[in-house]
């Protein structure tokens, strides 16, 4: 299985934005973000059901983060807004076998190799 590819991340300063990318290659599950700090669990971020537009946020990034999918369902994104130094982790892209979205990591099937978002005060 070819695995996800995670694009966008970098160096912002705070309050600004990034958009990180997966390609998930035609892939039809539902798909999710995560990310790690050093020294940290890996955490939920958000995720999306594959049908329909439900979407699941962590509380830490509600209203500031938005998963989304273009057209052809081959490409997820994660915009993230007012970005905050607590924000700097390495970002994952997920996918599952379901359409049904998780926050569980152990849901999830596939995975990409990660992006690095740094976050500087």
């Known amino acids: 299985q070819v695995p996800l590819v995670e694009s966008g991340g970098g160096l912002v300063y705070t309050g600004g934005s990034l958009r990180l990318s997966c390609a998930n290659f035609?892939?039809?599950?539902?798909m999710g973000w995560f990310r790690q700090a050093p020294g940290k669990e890996r955490e939920f971020v958000a995720a999306?059901?594959?049908?329909?537009?439900?979407?699941y946020y962590a509380d830490s990034v509600k209203g500031r983060f938005t998963i989304s999918k273009d057209n052809t369902g081959n490409t997820v994104y994660l915009q993230m807004n007012s970005l905050k130094p607590e924000d700097t982790a390495t970002y994952y892209c997920?996918?599952?076998?379901?359409?049904?979205?998780?926050?569980?990591?152990?849901?999830?099937?596939?995975w990409g190799q990660g992006t690095q978002v740094t976050v500087s005060s």
């Open positions: 035609g892939r039809t599950g539902a």
């Open positions: 999306m059901w594959w049908i329909g537009s439900r979407t």
């Open positions: 997920a996918a599952r076998d379901r359409v049904e979205a998780s926050t569980l990591d152990w849901d999830y099937n596939f």
